[in-house]
């Protein structure tokens, strides 16, 4: 028996364009999987409904499969945007040999023993969090949730925590970069300038912090060699 078109298939459709979906999604996705194990359509395209699916449909990505960021992003119309922009050349949107070359240059710094490196770091981060809610007498662990990552990360990269107030909301715009919400364009766009000036400011302010470091290591070995030379000069030319 040959293998079924996709075109041919009896495929359940979710309306993900809908709030209605968006709002209780899981119900969607269970009824979608009822009739048919893995597969479904939307105003998007094909939907992938199993995680076992996805997961041997992403080990053939080299092969033959590929992400779609800029199908999305001329989808959103936004192409030649910041958010656009970004979302074209950030390591998710990257393909074969340059996905390849960016996962072996960031996989050391996501080993277990990386993240064991950092437990007292995430520990110290929790506690503060934690201790910082006690005296709300709630507790609310969506916005709890929501610091810890970034806080740690910050400090990770010498960052002050500080900047977290003006980036949260950003952050949260970004989430919905994937959620083809038209509605959530600009709020995205907005959120992609003021990420780029944060990281560009930090950038500098790191920049800034090594070139002073290694100046004051270059005084201090000027410093070390002047006072050898001085000590190995005759008096009679020092006098």
């Not at 028996?1 to 709030?19: G, R, Y």
């Amino acid at each position: 028996m040959s293998m079924a078109e996709i075109a041919e298939l009896d495929l359940p459709h979710l309306a993900m364009e809908q709030d209605w979906f968006a709002a209780d999604p899981a119900p969607q996705f269970a009824a979608a999987r009822a009739r048919h194990p893995w597969l479904a359509t939307s105003i998007y395209g094909y939907v992938v409904t199993s995680f076992p699916a996805m997961r041997e449909l992403v080990a053939m990505e080299t092969k033959v499969l590929r992400t779609a960021y800029d199908e999305m992003v001329e989808s959103m119309g936004a192409l030649d945007t910041p958010w656009g922009t970004f979302q074209q050349h950030h390591i998710l949107a990257a393909n074969g040999a340059d996905h390849e070359r960016l996962r072996r240059v960031l996989a050391p710094a996501f080993t277990p023993r990386q993240a064991n490196r950092h437990r007292p770091l995430m520990r110290a981060v929790i506690s503060q969090l934690l201790d910082e809610w006690v005296p709300k007498g709630a507790f609310d662990f969506e916005e709890f949730a929501s610091w810890f990552p970034i806080t740690v990360m910050c400090r990770m990269i010498g960052a002050s925590p500080e900047i977290i107030p003006s980036m949260r909301s950003s952050l949260e715009a970004l989430g919905l970069s994937v959620s083809m919400d038209m509605r959530a364009l600009a709020a995205m766009q907005d959120a992609t300038v003021l990420m780029e000036d944060v990281c560009t400011k930090l950038v500098a302010e790191r920049d800034a912090r090594m070139i002073e470091a290694d100046n004051a290591k270059r005084r201090a070995t000027c410093a070390v060699r002047a006072h050898d030379t001085r000590d190995r000069v005759p008096v009679s030319i020092l006098s």
